[in-house]
């Protein structure tokens, strides 16, 4: 059983940053893919990133250039760096754990979730 805690989420103005933090328990975090989504009201979850067990990164196309995924085998964390953040990345965002090394876009492939935190972004 794997638990996850995010933090880092709040209010923020258009252009801002926010670094996110996903903070996981378990002995195999190293061997998890490891994602982050999003969901907006009235919208279903997004995926926003990944990062494989070997450190590939994968985007949806709206955050390239602006948010990095990144991870710590030794502190059990994936992060989520946000920049130049927009009205329309306002949402709860979730960090889940994927027992394939490679991870995946889709949400049903992810076996853990965290209760979310949330990003609001104002104009």
């Known amino acids: 059983q794997v638990q996850l805690v995010e933090s880092g989420g709040g209010l923020v103005q258009a252009g801002g940053s926010l670094r996110l933090s996903c903070a996981a328990s378990?002995?195999?975090?190293?061997?998890?893919?490891m994602g982050w989504f999003r969901q907006a009201p009235g919208k279903e979850r997004q995926f926003v990133a990944a990062?494989?067990?070997?450190?590939?990164?994968s985007y949806v196309d709206s955050v390239k250039g602006r948010f990095t995924i990144s991870r710590d085998n030794a502190k059990n964390t994936v992060a989520l760096q946000m920049n130049s953040l927009k009205v329309e990345d306002t949402a709860i965002y979730f960090c889940a754990a994927d027992r394939d090394w490679f991870g995946s876009r889709n949400d049903w492939d992810y076996d853990y979730w965290g209760r979310g935190t949330q990003v609001t972004v104002s104009s």
């Open positions: 378990g002995r195999t975090f190293s061997t998890y893919a």
């Open positions: 990062i494989t067990g070997g450190g590939t990164t």
